[in-house]
């Protein structure tokens, strides 16, 4: 489903050439929940933009599906992104806008027609959990609810990838913990590929198939979670256990 090949992704200072991505290839499997994570600074973040090309990378070539991204139009890569939902840490919900109207906002630009978008919304309301909020604001609702609306909103162009930048980081616990598990179920139900981005053990643990560990822009380590996590062969995946073994 998407293969990274060489992305290297630099940004130029005064003092001098910053490598925020340097040489790392991955593939991920169509399916597959993939984790990416790092300590703070690990080039992780800058990568999984650089899979929808928020950010270009400066070397490389990105593959979804078998197409390269980085040859297509601005109109045809338009139409891969539609193909893609991202979700974030601080949810970017539109504080003006009901829930239901936040999910529509995405199909509103694709051109849908106002009462399919609406019942397209509401069957994602459904799907998270949330279908008795569709007429509360943001400002209503809890870290939880807004990150699941966030993730309808996500869905709402029927995406096949879904990109998870740090997307638990602002939550509780026990909250992290029921988004993880509607992650999995809207894994299995719809069959998408999601790519997670984290700092957090607990949360490559509890859903992810695969794992790549990341360190100065560099992955350092890759495989199935359970044998990364039970024999870790770099340092900084080490550290990372330590982390979590501190933390709680």
Known sequence: MIRLEHITKTFQTK????????????T????????IIGFSGAGKSTLVRCI????VPSKGKVWIRNT???????????????????IFQHFNLLAQRTVLDNV???????????AQAREKARELLKLVGLGDKESSYPAQLSGGQKQRVAIARA??????????DEATSALDPITTSNILAL???????????????????????????????????????????????TTPKS?????????????K
Do not use: W, Y
């Open 52 to 55: 929808n090309l928020l950010e």
């Open 183 to 229: 992650l999995k179920e809207i894994n299995e139900k719809l069959g998408l590929t999601i790519v997670i981005i984290t700092h957090q053990m607990e949360v490559v643990k509890q859903i992810c198939h695969k794992v790549a560990i990341m360190e100065e822009g560099k992955v350092v380590e890759e495989g199935l979670v359970s044998q990364v996590f």
């Open 68 to 86: 390269n991204l980085l040859e297509l139009s601005e109109e045809e890569l338009r139409k891969e992104r539609q193909k893609m939902g991202m």
């Open 155 to 164: 869905l709402a162009t029927d995406p096949d990838i879904l990109l998870c």
């Open 235 to 247: 340092e900084v995946t080490k550290k990372l256990l330590l982390t979590e073994g501190e933390e």
């Open 104 to 114: 529509t906002f995405p199909l509103e630009i694709t051109g849908k027609k106002k």
């Open 15 to 26: 003092e001098t050439n910053l490598h925020a991505v340097n040489d790392v290839s991955l």
């Open 28 to 35: 991920i499997d169509q399916g597959n929940i993939f984790g």
